[in-house]
């Protein structure tokens, strides 16, 4: 199983790295994350050149897509030719977004009447786009998921855990980062805000 984290020029290092660092702890259980760009090599918000490991083509085969966000999202949702570039398809992919990523997520019709999750500053401009932005850190529906806050990648990465290789594996991911001494409240917090964001969508 392939994960495509969309990484964008002027991305915030956070959120693309932390979803990819996690989920690339399940290569030897065959889940594996690529940095997807679509340059070959793009600029994060605070001045590291990073090579792109896959190019954006790389969405239409992936099995999981996440969007991260970053400084330049807003021209990222402006620019139709890059957007056409993004035919995802939630019938055979997760799709997942960070932070700003919910702007992609709206722009390519993708989240209808869902609430999503995103940052402070995103907020006003995801809610002008006619979507509902919840108070929380992380929200899912069927195959589509939402986290708010750089720190909320780990969300979005035990969410893509969880949904391909189950929860025993997420939690296995989850204690081994985890500060020491906090394993057991890292796993149960993130176990906690995943489950919590898809029940919130079963009882909507």
């Known amino acids: 199983m392939q994960v495509a984290v969309v990484t964008f020029d002027g991305f915030n290092e956070l959120d693309s790295f932390i979803a990819f660092a996690l ?4 290569r030897k259980d065959g889940l594996e994350a690529f940095v997807t760009t679509p340059e070959p090599v793009v600029t994060s918000m605070n001045g590291i050149e990073v090579t792109g490991q896959r190019p954006l083509e790389f969405v239409t085969e992936a099995d ?7 400084v330049k999202t807003r021209d990222v949702v402006a620019d139709d030719r890059l957007i056409s570039r993004l035919p995802l398809d939630p019938a055979r992919q997760l799709i997942g977004a960070q932070c700003s990523g919910a702007l992609v997520l ?4 993708l989240l209808d009447t869902m609430p999503a999750c995103t940052d402070v500053r995103s907020r006003p ?10 108070d929380a850190p992380f929200h899912a529906e069927g195959a589509i998921a939402t986290a708010g806050g750089c720190l909320a990648s780990q969300y979005l990465a035990t969410w893509v855990i969880t949904r391909t290789l ?7 991911v989850l204690d081994y980062v985890a500060p020491v001494g906090e394993n057991e409240e890292t796993v149960e ?5 995943v489950g919590a964001g898809e029940r919130a969508a079963l009882r909507g």
């Open 125 to 134: 401009y995801v809610e002008a786009l006619g979507v509902t932005v919840l």
């Open 166 to 172: 189950g929860e025993a594996a997420a939690c296995g």
């Open 189 to 193: 917090r993130a176990l906690r805000a």
């Open 23 to 26: 989920i690339n702890r399940c």
């Open 64 to 70: 999981v897509v996440l969007i991260g966000s970053g």
């Open 106 to 109: 709206a722009r390519l019709g």
